[in-house]
């Protein structure tokens, strides 16, 4: 539990989720709704089947400004930004000098500026980390008075269709102005479900007006942490702090595809990133663990930190992220391996509680995703 | 006769007249642990001690165990538990019941809560 000596910090919608008798707990310095009386099972599979509404407050909303700025945040990030299109969205890591991940995180070219969100247990480093090494080249600002929510599911267009307009044609991975009952917000078309979603930037004055607004919809339900992190699991979608670390490279999290063309050894801007000649090096001669998901026999969860090991009992990989995933009715989980065991079908054993449980290595995700692509 | 006890660890011991008791965890606890998904039961025959941990139950979010109220043999597990985690938390206090053990020291009882008792904690810790 929290330390009683660290002030612990609350959302624009804190008071709703008491309200809706959310459980509380502390999750990176705020009070955060795990779950509803729903409970996580019939939240996770709502969000699946209608559409469910989170608070993602707690994570960093950065505005970065200035005539130079996606330049700035290229020489941070092994990803295109100079190309990023306007109203077009992006997954980009920071890197550290040993090519390690220091966060993931998303950046929007919002038109006039670029708007980045960060995870919440890395928002002060990562608002540190950019004030040293680009705060001279872009102002930056952090989005102290804003709320974030996310509305996810496939019946999450339809919602939005019914309560403003401009959100019809948004594909995937884009962003618009848009106006609730007067209330403006910024979204993305985008989240961490695996489902078509939108993320919703508003106001902290008008968070809660939104989330009320949202949840008398008939199809949303709200929906808590807990869920968001079995339907994230499912997906294949990392967590970072469990799946993405500093002692992880970009290579090895599998996440080569985030790595755009512009920035690899071959690229118009190759490389100008933290860490880029291990990156780089990486590519061209492989990495000795890969991440990969993990599929249990029978129904016992194969939780983070299990260790697996061959038919020899050597210890070749570790679970990083692993649980019981509602829609699959099964337990999913991801971890590392080395690199010759990273081949699907590839039969080994975790080790839970001191027994060996049959696992095999099998691509992610483990449930389909269903962006919304027009 | 026999007697319902309960721990703060919200387990439940139902007694019979013959030395053996029924152990569950109680509706409190199954409703604290959310929809369960999988349970590990111990083998027949098992001699185990109080606090010994000897079943785990695994919720979506995390597994807890099992501890032991009481000292005795195991002379019998909830197979149904097997293939239904979930009738734990249809009816924790009765199907949902997880081993039935030969006490080996009914003194143990002693220590443990009565209904009332049980009732009044849950009350003082809303």
């Excluded at chain 1, 200035?66 to 945040?73: M, Q, S």
């Excluded at chain 1, 044609?169 to 961490?192: H, K, P, Q, W």
């Excluded at chain 1, 002692?247 to 690899?264: D, G, I, M, Q, Y």
Aim: negative net charge.
């Amino acid at each position: 539990m929290s330390d009683t000596n660290e002030q612990i910090l609350q959302t624009a919608l804190h008071n709703l989720h008491v309200e809706l008798e959310a459980k509380m707990v502390p999750f990176a310095g705020y009070s955060m709704p795990v779950q509803y009386p729903m409970g996580l099972a019939r939240e996770h599979l709502h969000t699946r089947t209608q559409a469910g509404l989170f608070d993602v407050s707690h994570m960093g909303q950065v505005k970065l400004t200035g005539e130079k700025v996606a330049e700035a945040l290229e020489t941070l990030v092994p990803v295109d930004i100079v190309d990023l299109q306007p109203m077009k969205q992006r997954y980009a890591l920071f890197t550290n000098e040993q090519g390690g991940i220091m966060d993931d995180l998303m950046v929007t070219n919002a038109g006039d500026h670029l708007f980045v969100v960060v995870n919440a247990a890395c928002k002060d480093q990562d608002i540190n980390h950019m004030r040293e090494h680009i705060g001279n080249d872009c102002e930056i600002e952090v989005l102290e008075d804003y709320a974030l929510l996310a509305l996810q599911g496939p019946l999450a267009g339809a919602v939005m269709s019914r309560l403003c307009t401009g959100t019809d044609d948004l594909v995937f991975m884009t962003a618009a102005n848009i106006e609730i009952d007067g209330m403006e917000c910024f979204i993305t078309r985008s989240g961490y479900s695996g489902e078509d979603g939108f993320e919703i930037s508003v106001h902290n004055d008008n968070a809660a007006q939104l989330a009320r607004t949202l949840l008398a919809q008939p199809e949303v339900e709200a929906i808590g942490l807990g869920a968001r992190d079995s339907l994230r699991l499912e997906c294949g979608l990392c967590l970072y702090g469990h799946d993405l670390d500093t002692e992880t490279t970009p290579v090895e999290s599998s996440l080569l595809w985030a790595l755009t063309k512009s920035r690899r050894a071959d690229g118009e801007r190759a490389g100008g990133y933290p860490g880029a000649d291990i990156i780089m090096g990486q590519m061209a001669n492989g990495v000795e663990k890969k991440r990969i998901g993990i599929k249990a026999e029978g129904r016992m969860p194969v939780r983070d930190g299990a260790v697996l090991v061959d038919g020899d009992e050597n210890e070749i990989g570790v679970v990083t992220s692993g649980g019981f995933g509602p829609t699959v009715n099964g337990p999913v989980a991801m971890g590392y391996v080395k690199t010759q065991y990273a081949i699907p079908g590839i039969e080994l054993f975790a080790i839970v509680r001191s027994k060996k449980v049959p696992v095999s290595v099998v691509k992610l995700p483990f449930v389909k995703q269903n962006y919304y692509r027009g | 006769m026999s007697t319902l006890k309960y721990t703060e660890d919200h387990e439940w011991v139902l007694t019979a007249d013959d030395g053996t008791a029924l152990i569950g965890i109680t509706d409190f606890a199954q409703e604290q642990l959310g929809e369960l998904v999988f349970i590990e039961l111990p083998a027949v025959g098992d001699e185990v001690e109080k606090e010994d941990a000897v079943a785990v139950i695994e919720s979506v979010k995390s597994a807890s165990d099992l501890l032991m109220p009481v000292s005795g043999e195991i002379i019998e597990v909830n197979e149904e538990l097997d293939s239904d985690p979930g009738i734990v938390n249809e009816d924790a206090m009765g199907a949902g019941w997880f081993i039935k053990v030969k006490l080996s020291d009914e003194t143990e009882l002693e220590e443990m809560m009565d209904e009332a008792k049980y009732m009044e904690g849950l009350e003082d810790s809303e």
